[in-house]
Every structure is written in structure tokens, then in C-alpha cells.
């Protein structure tokens, strides 16, 4: 007879995330985040929409320790967010909304420095930092100062940063933004790629092509509540209809 201990059910036996009713509450006294629950498994890339303001920012904040929790708690890889903070975020790697990164460092610089953070080794770092500024067409860009990139190699530089410990976990808020579409497609077939291997990736998008195509599962939150947890056909059944995801999205987050 085994015992299955809560962290073997996170770690390589289902989910990679699971959040345990999570509420997180502003000063105004409004609810960003409202009791919400959800298990994000090993091996896919997970959707997250919603509008503006739905609590997706707020809810990939406290994922990944940005944000405490008011009430709940969140697993990464097996690692509370709250009690094993840094064994988390060492699972994590995370690409915010924003690519507010240190303008007068040299892009090189930059990526050694999330290197250094994240404990990759010396030997083969190089290589790995040129892989995938080849792969972002950044090679060229590496010793100029980040100051002097224009938004969508800023966004670039962050995604090389964040993937060079190949953390198991990938959260991207809005990761397209700003790239172009070559960029767009290469970073799309990296999600797939790592997803494929038994990683995780969860995004935000706004785009909701790209969420129908990428997607194997997606959540919908509004207001700070889960409307939606499932595959596309899933929602297509729950709603009886055969149509588009925007379309079904539209009515299930229409405040009328």
C-alpha cells in the first residue's frame, strides 16, 4: 500500500498549479480575486481570459509571488507559494504584461544577470543564451544597451531571461504583445515544445484566435469569479452552440 502525499498528486502526477480558493481583496473593498479554484496539469498550455479588470494580472501575480494571497493557498510544482516561496519561484518562469526591464544594461548583460539569479550553470550558458537569441533574431542586439530596443525586443529579451534555467512552469501574461510575427510564431512553438515534454504553460491573452488555436484547456474569469474550466469543445457543449470562442466568450462575459 503506497501514501500519496499532496506533493507527488502536484509533482508529476496531474497538475503543475493548483490553486486553493485564492480571494484577494483591494483597499476599495473589492474583490479581485473571489474564492476562485483551479488545477493546471502537467503537459499543456492553459488559457487564461478575460476582460479588462476580470482578475487575471491579480490572480498570475499571486501565482507566481508577486502578491500574497489574502485567503488560500497556491502549489507550483509542488511547492506552496506561500510557505516554499523560493522553491516555487524556482519553478517559475514568468513573463509580466510589461517588460520593465534595467534599460542601462547591455542586452548580454541583462541575460546573465537572470542567469545568475537563477543558478544556471557557467558551463553551457553561453550557448544556451545564443540559442535563443538566434531563435528571437537578438544576437545582434545583445551588446546594445536595452534602453535603445524598441517594445517588442524588450519583450523579446524578457522571454530569453525567464527561459534560460528551463523552469518547469511558464506563465506569460499577454507574451505576444509587441512581437512580431515571426517572433510570435517561434515563441508559440516554444509553448508547444516545452508543453509537449510534460511542462506547463499559462498565459493571458486578449487575442482569442490565438487561444482557440494554442490552447488545449482555457479559464474564463470575471469579475474575480471562474465562469469556465474545460477545452473549447467542452464550452461549445456547455453552451449548445457551434461557434466561435469570441462569440461564446462575449455572451458568457457580458455583464447585461
Not at 506552496?80 to 519553478?91: C, D, F, G, V
Not at 544577470?113 to 544556451?128: C, H, L, N, S, T
Not at 511558464?170 to 510534460?198: C, Q
Amino acid at each position: 500500500m503506497y501514501i500519496v502525499t499532496i506533493v507527488e498528486l502536484c509533482h508529476g502526477r496531474g497538475y503543475m498549479i493548483n490553486i486553493q480558493n485564492v480571494t484577494k481583496t483591494y483597499g476599495s473593498g473589492i474583490k479581485a480575486v473571489d474564492g476562485i479554484s483551479l488545477d493546471i496539469n502537467n503537459g499543456e498550455i492553459f488559457g487564461f481570459l478575460g476582460p479588462n479588470g476580470a482578475g487575471k494580472t491579480t490572480t498570475i501575480k499571486m501565482i507566481t509571488g508577486i502578491l500574497p494571497t489574502d485567503e488560500g493557498d497556491i502549489i507550483v510544482d509542488g511547492h506552496s507559494i506561500t510557505n516554499e516561496s523560493i522553491l516555487a519561484k524556482m519553478s517559475i518562469g514568468y513573463v509580466s504584461d510589461d517588460p520593465n526591464v534595467f534599460e542601462r544594461l547591455k542586452g548580454l548583460e541583462y541575460l546573465n544577470f537572470m542567469a545568475d539569479i537563477y543558478r544556471v550553470p557557467a558551463e553551457g550558458r553561453k550557448e544556451k543564451i545564443l540559442t535563443l537569441a538566434d531563435e528571437f533574431e537578438m544576437t545582434s542586439a545583445l551588446n546594445d544597451k536595452i534602453q535603445s530596443y524598441s517594445h517588442g525586443m524588450r519583450q523579446k529579451i524578457v522571454v530569453i531571461g525567464v527561459l534560460l534555467h528551463d523552469p518547469n512552469v511558464w506563465i506569460l501574461d499577454e507574451p505576444l504583445s509587441g512581437l512580431d510575427p515571426k517572433s510570435s510564431f517561434k515563441l508559440k512553438e516554444i509553448m508547444r515544445n516545452h508543453a509537449d515534454k510534460g511542462n506547463t504553460v499559462m498565459f493571458s491573452t486578449h487575442v482569442l484566435e490565438v487561444a482557440e488555436k494554442v490552447c488545449d484547456r482555457i479559464a474564463v474569469i470575471n469579475k474575480g469569479k471562474i465562469l469556465f474550466v474545460g477545452t473549447l469543445e467542452e464550452m461549445k457543449s456547455t453552451m449548445a452552440k457551434d461557434t466561435s470562442l469570441e462569440k461564446m466568450f462575449l455572451e458568457m462575459t457580458d455583464d447585461e
